[in-house]
C-alpha cells in the first residue's frame, strides 16, 4: 500500500514477451495515510458497509493517482498502448463471503487517459466458486517456461504471500500461504513513524521471542487439515493479527514477526515436498515481491532452508523483482482481451478455468 507499481508490457500470451518500460510511484504521505487508516478499519462486511461513504471517496482519488501515472509513464515511450491492466488497491477480500473489494474506478480511469481499460479481475473466478486469489500464477509459469525455473516454488512476498508451484512438466498449482509483509509493515507503522522496515534494518536489531513457536503451533493447526486437502486458500491482511508480539520492544517484535513469515515459508516447502516427492527434485525456492528487499526476512530464510541451499531472487534471473505484479496484471489484461482464462482449479480452486478482468471503455 506504499504506492503504483506501472508497466508497459508486450506479449501475444505465449513466451513472446517482452518488458518495455517498468517505473514505480509513490503516495504521498496523506494518500498513504488515508489508505492505511480506512484498510485498518475494515475487518468484516459490516465495516465495508458502515465506511462506504469513505470508501467511495479514497476510491476516487486512488484512481485519480493512477490516471496520473499513466500520463507521466506515456511521456517516456512512443510505444501505442492498447489498453490499461487495473487491479487497483486490495481494500477487502473475503472469499468465504464471495467478495473482494479493490479500489479503483474503471470507467473513471478509462475517461481520464482515454484508453480502454480492463479491471475487476477477481469476479469471475469467485463466481465460479474460486478464492479470487492468486492471479499471478499464469504469469509465473509463463516466467518458468521463458527462462526454464521449473521445477519451482516462486513465493510472492507482498502483504500476503502467495506460492505458484511449477513441475518440471510444466503443470503448476498455487495458493496462498499466509501473512507476507503486512503484520511487520503494521507493527512498524504502530511503533515508529515509518512506514515500513526497510531492509529489515529494524528487525536485524532484535531478538525473535521464545513465544513464536506457540503461534506457529496454532497456525500450522489450522492449516495442516487445509494442506492435506490440498485445499487451495485466499487470505486478507484482516485474517492475521501482532497481539503475540505485544509488549515486544520494536526491534524484538519486527524481528518476531520476520521470523513467523520466514517459518510459514519453510513450512509450506516440507509440505510441497512431500506431495509432489515422487515428480520433482527439490524445487528451488524464487522470492519476488517487496519481501525479498528485506535483508533480515531472507537471512532467515537462508538459515530454514540451510540443508537445501535453494533460496534465490527473482532477479537473479534477469527479471526485476520489484515489477513482477504489475507485468504479471498486464499479461492478465492481454489474457482478459482474448477471452483467456487466468484462474484454474489447481491456482484459486475455480470449478473450471476462468476467464476474468472486464473491459471498459468510457471515452
Known amino acids: 500500500m506504499d504506492g503504483v507499481d506501472a508497466s508497459i508490457i508486450q506479449t501475444d500470451c505465449g513466451t513472446n514477451y517482452e518488458t518495455i518500460l517498468d517505473k514505480y510511484y509513490q503516495y504521498d504521505d496523506n494518500l498513504h495515510s488515508e489508505l492505511t487508516s480506512l484498510r485498518a478499519k475494515i475487518n468484516n462486511l459490516e465495516d465495508l458497509k458502515n465506511f462506504s461513504n469513505e470508501t467511495k471517496s479514497l476510491e476516487k482519488k486512488i484512481t485519480i493517482f493512477h490516471a496520473e501515472v499513466v500520463k507521466k509513464i506515456l511521456k517516456e515511450t512512443d510505444v501505442e498502448i492498447d489498453f490499461i491492466g487495473f487491479h487497483g488497491q486490495t481494500i477487502y477480500h473475503n ?22 481499460v480492463i479491471n475487476d479481475f477477481r469476479k469471475n473466478d469467485i463466481k465460479n466458486g474460486g478464492q479470487g486469489a492468486p492471479l499471478t500464477p499464469l504469469f509465473h509459469s509463463m516466467l518458468a517456461c521463458k527462462f526454464n525455473l521449473a521445477p519451482s516454488i516462486i513465493l510472492n512476498i507482498g502483504g500476503i504471500i ?6 518440471k512438466n510444466g503443470s503448476f498449482l498455487a495458493t496462498d500461504i499466509g501473512p507476507g509483509m503486512c503484520l511487520i509493515d503494521k507493527w512498524i507503522r504502530l511503533k515508529s513513524k515509518k512506514r515500513y522496515d526497510e531492509n529489515g534494518d529494524i528487525a536485524a536489531l532484535g531478538k525473535i521471542s521464545s513465544n513464536l513457536d506457540l503461534e506457529l503451533d496454532k497456525f500450522y493447526h489450522t492449516k495442516k487439515k487445509d494442506l492435506k486437502k ?7 491482511i484482516s485474517d492475521f493479527d501482532i497481539s503475540f508480539v505485544h509488549g515486544l520492544s520494536l526491534e524484538d517484535g519486527a524481528a518476531t514477526l520476520t521470523e513467523y513469515t520466514a517459518k510459514i515459508i519453510f513450512h509450506y516447502f516440507l509440505y510441497i ?7 520433482n527434485n527439490n524445487p528451488i525456492i524464487i522470492l519476488c515481491g517487496g519481501g525479498r528487499k528485506n535483508n533480515f ?17 527473482i532477479d537473479d534471473y534477469g527479471i526485476d523483482g520489484d ?16 477471452k483467456l482464462p487466468i484462474s484454474f482449479p489447481g491456482t484459486t480452486g475455480c470449478k473450471e478455468p476462468s476467464t476474468g478482468g472486464v473491459l471498459v471503455e468510457n471515452y
Do not use: P
Not at 515436498?273 to 515428480?279: G, R, Y
Open 95 to 116: 472469499a468465504d463471503n464471495r467478495i473482494s473489494k479493490q479500489l479503483g474506478d474503471g470507467k473513471l480511469l478509462s475517461q481520464l487517459s482515454r484508453k480502454k
Open 162 to 167: 502467495n506460492a505458484t508451484t511449477i513441475s
Open 230 to 236: 490440498n485445499y487451495i486458500k485466499s487470505f486478507d
Open 273 to 279: 515436498i512431500e506431495m509432489t516427492k515422487n515428480i
Open 297 to 313: 526476512l531472507v537471512e532467515r530464510l537462508k538459515i530454514n532452508f540451510k540443508n537445501y541451499d535453494i533460496v534465490k531472487k
Open 323 to 338: 515489477f513482477v505484479e504489475s507485468q504479471a496484471f498486464g499479461y492478465l489484461a492481454v489474457n482478459s482481451y482474448l
